[in-house]
């Protein structure tokens, strides 16, 4: 079954130090694609990241970075000298190419807060 | 810019009564979706659409109908209220990339429903 596992429910950090949140996924697709999406304290989702299957490179914008391994079937999001304003929760999301038309199924969320 | 648009914000609802929410987005994406996100649990699809006149379930359906009219709007129907539907209601909608929905889904900003 297509599935998102984010063991982090919540995480508090102080300000400039790195932090990692972790995503594990299961699918049975070959090709598929994985998301990060952001919740602000103020509701809405922000899109961050989109990765395909294909592409196991790491990516970094800014702050921001991402490990995708397929071999453990991980999408680490790494936010390197946290801010407050990076205090939010953070959804990992697998795109479900079954029965639902590419559905986004959601991990559980993990709280990051950040104080100063 | 407008993106996708979600209204109400905010509403309470008596038990039994029924209420529609509205989704527009002016994108021109063929794929719509609402989800409710409950507090710890993620984000769970409720409804979908592939397109004009075409509408299936998702995980959550009951007690919620959907239809989709036009490619820009995908109202979502609560019929006889019941508590267990208190929750935030998002629409997001999606582009196609060849011939299945790849890209990220794009949010509006959520609709607070409280039933008492």
């Known amino acids: 079954a297509q599935k998102v596992t984010q063991a982090q429910t919540e995480i508090s950090v102080v300000e400039k130090e790195d932090v990692t949140l972790d995503c594990v996924y299961e699918t049975r697709d070959t090709t598929y694609y994985l998301f990060w999406y952001k919740q602000p304290p103020s509701g809405e989702l922000v899109f961050l990241i989109r990765?395909?299957?294909?592409?196991?490179q790491n990516e970094i914008s800014g702050r921001y970075s991402w490990n995708f391994q397929k071999s453990t079937s991980s999408f680490n999001f790494t936010i390197t000298a946290s801010q407050v304003v990076d205090s939010a929760v953070y959804f990992c999301a697998l795109r479900d190419y079954g029965g639902s038309q590419g559905n986004l199924i959601f991990g559980k969320g993990t709280k990051l807060s950040v104080k100063p | 810019n407008a993106g996708v648009t979600q209204t109400p914000k905010f509403r309470i609802l008596k038990i039994g009564q029924s209420m529609t929410l509205q989704c527009t987005q002016d994108?021109?994406?063929?794929?719509m979706y609402w989800y409710r996100q409950d507090p710890g649990m993620g984000l769970k699809l409720i409804y979908y659409?592939?397109?004009?006149?075409?509408?299936d379930k998702g995980e959550v359906p009951n007690g919620y109908n959907v239809s989709r009219s036009t490619t820009e709007d995908f109202p979502l129907r609560l019929e006889l209220a019941a508590p267990s539907q208190t929750s935030v209601y998002f629409c997001?909608?999606?582009?196609?990339?060849?011939?299945?929905?790849?890209?990220?889904?794009?949010f509006g900003e959520g609709s607070r429903l409280t039933v008492l």
């Open positions: 990765r395909n299957s294909f592409d196991e």
């Open positions: 997001a909608s999606s582009y196609p990339q060849g011939r299945v929905p790849a890209g990220e889904l794009f």
């Open positions: 994108m021109n994406h063929n794929y």
């Open positions: 659409s592939v397109g004009a006149g075409i509408t």
